[in-house]
């Protein structure tokens, strides 16, 4: 099952804030996040394990919220940098058999204007 | 330089003839992934790899096979090509699956004729 993201597209200007949500319908056990520029191959943001597991580098950080299903990803004082398509992507239980597998998200469109 | 290479990156081919989209990192990783994006679809993951001579199904595996003979490459075949397989394609690699971070190729355009 795909998990959803919200919103599908977001527009700011530089210095605004934007949270891109990802949730899903069956159980979470970790979520990854990457940033994707037209033409280029995705780039791995972070990764959460654990429920309640917050984390982040520089002006990005990301939550994960196990008992809502659900991760957020925040970006603070964007950048024009910022700009490209983002998507979280859910991995299976490290106790199953399908824990190598990973269900990305449709993914949010970010643009960033001066 | 750490990095994953993909190859060819961009190929155009004709339904039915059998291709291989090689897929080599240098970092020894034990997790490899394919990946096929498309318009609105997003990444979908074709097959992943936890380890040498350990492969698994993703989300779309229908019409294709891999092989991990080697921990450094993860090839993707496509015994007989068809339209619906025009897509740009990701291989990806990391330590292990859980991971701080995560390597993803060049990608590989492909049309099917």
């Known amino acids: 099952q795909q998990p959803v993201q919200s919103p599908q597209a977001v527009i700011l200007r530089e210095g605004e804030d934007a949270v891109i949500n990802c949730s899903s319908s069956k159980a979470l056990y970790s979520v990854h996040w990457y940033r994707q520029k037209h033409g280029e191959a995705p780039v791995f943001l972070m990764i959460l394990l654990k429920g309640g597991e917050q984390k982040g580098h520089e002006k990005i950080s990301a939550s994960f919220n196990e008992k809502k299903q659900q991760s957020s990803l925040y970006l603070t004082a964007s950048q024009l940098s910022y700009s490209g398509t983002y998507f979280c992507g859910t991995g299976g239980d490290a106790g199953g058999t399908s824990y190598g597998k990973l269900t990305f998200g449709q993914g949010t469109i970010l643009t960033v204007h001066p | 330089e750490a990095q994953v290479t993909q190859n060819p990156r961009y190929l155009i081919t004709v339904t039915g003839k059998k291709l291989t989209v090689t897929c080599s990192q240098n970092m020894n990783h034990e997790y490899m992934s394919w990946y096929r994006q498309d318009p609105g679809l997003g990444l979908r993951q074709i097959y992943y790899s936890m380890n040498v001579e350990v492969t698994d199904k993703g989300d779309v595996p229908e019409g294709y096979k891999v092989s991990r003979k080697e921990k450094r490459n993860f090839p993707l075949i496509l015994e007989s090509p068809s339209p619906n397989q025009t897509s740009l394609y990701f291989c990806?690699?990391?330590?292990?699956?859980?991971?701080?971070?995560?390597?993803f190729g060049p990608g590989t355009r492909l049309l099917v004729l």
């Open positions: 990806a690699s990391s330590e292990h699956l859980g991971a701080e971070t995560q390597y």
